[in-house]
């Protein structure tokens, strides 16, 4: 029995020993496995969020560029009137917002001849732009409705032909033809 | 095995049981799925998101441009006619300007600004005039009058005229004066300066009211081609249009008459004859005479009812026709044309006269 026991004892020993060392091989296998998974989840995570991020800006981008356009598209300036003042040598280009949007910036007045050769261009803080009631509008803008008129010196006209072309922040620009 | 490879039927289920059992075990490839799905997930979120709300953008700004497009067309269709535009000059530097606006399109028009331009050989000046208010329905008429200021003119100096109105789309609409086909009718109906409405040609019994002389039922009257006298006698209504060319101002004297002869025999006609009166706007006729001024282009209603000649010490007394039947009328107009002496015959109308 005493002897039986020994080898019992050594046979479950060497089992142990056979159980404990697949054992091993498999733990490092799991643990490995889940830092990978780990990692990679933590990764994907990153990548998404960043991606997310990203396309936020895009979209907020785009957008913008959608709005822009489409304020563009509702801009629209309509010429009441022209008045070449030769004693003054100054142009009144009476202007009304008949557009669908507010905050119509006149940036830039341009003077040509009727063959579209330029005579004159007027950068923002080369003109005035005044309302109907003789204000001057400092930061050059109409709202839907509004009427104003802008005032261009310096000008030698002979008889003839001209065009002007008001250009808009947004992009726009309205032609206009007339006589002196 | 030799039995496996004897019965090829069992063999491909048995590969494939195998092959998800190894799938299964292995787990060395567990992350690269889990990487994978990540992967599928974040891209099918992405682009749905994305996608849709690139679909949403593009949506918007095709509503965006069809209500653009929408704005272009109400803008093209807008249609405004005006006409029979006439300008005043009063002392104090304004212009009165009336005009007949028609609105000949299927849209309201907002009114903005009216822009007046006049000029002559020594003044080029202009103005505009802003309504707050203004607007005209689909096919609505309407008489507009409104004053502009403008420096720098005169009362008595004659100039040219152009005006035009701003809508509230931006179109720019001319105002036409009341000249051009005009005269093409008055050669014709009125061959002068002055113009006959025969459509608006009536009569009224002159009623003695105490003192006072009175057109019955005024201001309706009753049409001038039939006419029933009774009362203290007749007045006749006619209504004339001064279209001289040259736009000067005609000032009717009180020897203006309108007279009919009556073809009583074959060797006699016999007359009658109304000289012209003062109404005022309730049907009273004046005793005395003020010379009748007709403005360029403006509609004017002249009055015949005096037996003799309204002036000096002699006042107005009541004509009536001896003679009855039918009788042709003419209108003889005497006066001036800015300033200058005229008369004028409007070979008129007929008419038939009961007692």
């Not at chain 1, 019992?8 to 404990?20: K, M, Y």
């Not at chain 2, 249609?79 to 609105?103: D, H, P």
Request: net charge positive; hydrophobic share 40%; with cysteine.
């Amino acid at each position: 029995m005493p002897f039986n026991s020994q080898k019992n004892l050594i046979s479950l020993t060497r089992a142990l020993s056979l159980v404990f060392n697949r054992d091993k091989r498999a733990v490092s296998a799991v643990v490995s496995n889940v830092i990978l998974t780990g990692a990679v989840i933590m990764v994907g995570f990153s990548v998404l969020s960043w991606m997310l991020s990203q396309s936020s800006i895009s979209r907020m981008q785009y957008s913008e560029a959608v709005n822009a356009d489409i304020d563009r598209l509702k801009e629209r300036l309509g010429f009441e009137y022209v008045f070449y003042n030769g004693t003054s040598k100054s142009l009144l280009v009476y202007l009304i917002n008949c557009g669908t949007v507010d905050n119509v910036n006149l940036t830039t007045v341009y003077i040509s001849f009727a063959n579209g050769t330029e005579i004159k261009a007027y950068s923002y803080s080369g003109f005035a732009l005044k309302s109907f009631s003789g204000m001057i509008i400092a930061d050059h803008k109409l709202n839907r409705g509004d009427e104003g008129y802008v005032v261009l010196s310096s000008l030698n006209f002979d008889s003839g032909n001209y065009l002007i072309r008001v250009a808009t922040k947004r992009g726009s620009s309205f032609d206009y033809a007339f006589a002196v | 095995m030799s039995q496996l490879s004897g019965d090829p039927a069992l063999i491909t289920p048995l590969l494939f049981k195998e092959k998800i059992k190894r799938l299964l075990c292995d787990k060395r490839g567990f992350s690269s799925i889990v990487g994978a799905i990540f992967a599928v997930l974040a891209m099918m979120s992405l682009f749905t998101t994305v996608f849709l709300w690139m679909i949403s953008q593009n949506t918007f700004y095709n509503e965006e441009v069809k209500a653009r497009n929408q704005l272009e067309i109400d803008r093209l269709n807008e249609r405004i006619k005006a006409s029979r535009t006439n300008y005043t000059i009063y002392t104090n530097g304004k212009i009165s300007v009336t005009t007949e606006l028609q609105n000949i399109g299927p849209l309201s028009v907002q009114l903005t600004t009216i822009w007046v331009y006049i000029s002559n050989a020594s003044c080029n000046v202009y103005n505009f005039t802003r309504f707050s208010n203004a607007y005209l329905k689909a096919g609505a008429n309407s008489t507009f009058n409104v004053e502009v200021s403008v420096a720098g003119i005169s009362s008595s100096s004659t100039y040219k005229f152009t005006s035009w109105l701003i809508t509230g789309r931006g179109n720019v609409v001319p105002l036409e004066e009341y000249t051009g086909k005009i005269l093409i009718a008055s050669v014709a109906q009125g061959i002068g300066a002055l113009q006959n409405n025969f459509e608006d040609f009536k009569y009224y019994n002159v009623t003695k009211q105490g003192s006072i002389y009175v057109l019955a039922n005024y201001p309706n009257g009753a049409s001038g081609y039939l006419v029933n006298q009774g009362g203290e006698g007749i007045a006749f209504q006619v209504l004339v249009t001064n279209l001289d060319e040259n736009e000067r101002t005609i000032v009717l004297l009180p020897s203006s008459v309108l007279f009919s002869m009556f073809p009583t025999t074959e060797q006699q006609i016999r007359a009658a004859f109304w000289y012209i009166v003062n109404v005022n706007g309730s049907g009273v006729i004046s005793s005395t005479y003020t010379p009748v001024t007709l403005s360029f282009g403006v509609e004017t209603r002249l009055y015949f009812a005096s037996y003799k000649i309204i002036t000096g010490g002699d006042l107005f007394s009541p004509s009536k026709a001896s003679f009855t039947k039918t009788a042709p009328v003419n209108l003889a107009l005497i006066g001036t044309i800015g300033g200058s002496p005229y008369g004028q015959n409007i070979p008129f109308v007929s008419i038939y006269i009961n007692n």
